[in-house]
T-cell receptor, first 114, second 113 residues
Framework: KQEVTQIPAALSVPEGENLVLNCSFTDSAIYNLQWFRQDPGKGLTSLLLIQSSQREQTSGRLNASLDKSSGRSTLYIAASQPGDSATYLCAVMERETNAGKSTFGDGTTLTVKP | DGGITQSPKYLFRKEGQNVTLSCEQNLNHDAMYWYRQDPGQGLRLIYY???????QKGDIAEGYSVSREKKESFPLTVTSAQKNPTAFYLCASSFQGGRQPQHFGDGTRLSIL
């Protein structure tokens, strides 16, 4: 059974710092990996989706990498801002026909201090 | 604007009562999902549906039921058999095949009276 782990569980940084969030998974036979942002009491917003054949995806100040063989993904946030404060979750999708089932990590709660 | 609408935002259940959470999407997505989120934890899959009139159990389906009579709608019923229903419930949808991102609604928070 796929297990997804995110370390650290919480992170507090000063504004302007570059930071890395980590996601690891136990079964490397994944179809894709997705990074989400969740604000308190809200649903999830998709940030980046990396297909299993890709190594990385970029969107603005965000860069996500994927290393299937080692079962790891990182989300790099450049020049962090207070508005980046949120919980970040990663999810891996199984390769099971078109089922599209995802397994989620518990998230990393990021606080960016002004 | 296209999106996923969940209602109600807050819901209270009495002992022995069934309650139904609504999820509607106008994104023309084939697949729809229901997740449960407990405080400080990630999401756990309850049920998912790839096409109309078909759905499969996820990891924690016991005490829940769903229907998929229309492409746009995927309601979730929390039955009295679910002994610990207090949680944040999230509905999501996507195109089939997993090459496009999942989109989420804003959730329903269910509490016990």
């Amino acid at each position: 059974k796929q297990e997804v782990t995110q370390i650290p569980a919480a992170l507090s940084v000063p504004e302007g710092e570059n930071l890395v969030l980590n996601c690891s998974f136990t079964d490397s036979a994944i179809y894709n990996l997705q990074w989400f942002r969740q604000d308190p009491g809200k649903g999830l917003t998709s940030l980046l989706l990396i297909q299993s054949s890709q190594r990385e995806q970029t969107s603005g100040r965000l860069n996500a990498s994927l290393d299937k063989s080692s079962g790891r993904s990182t989300l790099y946030i450049a020049a962090s801002q207070p508005g980046d404060s949120a919980t970040y979750l990663c999810a891996v999708m199984e390769r099971e026909t078109n089922a599209g089932k995802s397994t989620f990590g518990d998230g990393t709660t990021l606080t960016v201090k002004p | 604007d296209g999106g996923i609408t969940q209602s109600p935002k807050y819901l209270f259940r009495k002992e022995g009562q069934n309650v139904t959470l609504s999820c509607e999407q106008n994104l023309n997505h084939d697949a729809m999902y229901w997740y449960r989120q407990d405080p400080g934890q990630g999401l756990r899959l309850i049920y998912y549906s790839q096409i109309v009139n078909d759905f499969q159990k996820g990891d924690i389906a016991e005490g829940y039921s769903v229907s998929r009579e229309k492409k746009e709608s995927f309601p979730l019923t929390v039955t009295s058999a679910q002994k610990n229903p207090t949680a944040f419930y999230l509905c999501a949808s996507s195109f089939q095949g997993g090459r496009q991102p999942q989109h989420f609604g804003d959730g329903t928070r269910l509490s016990i009276l």
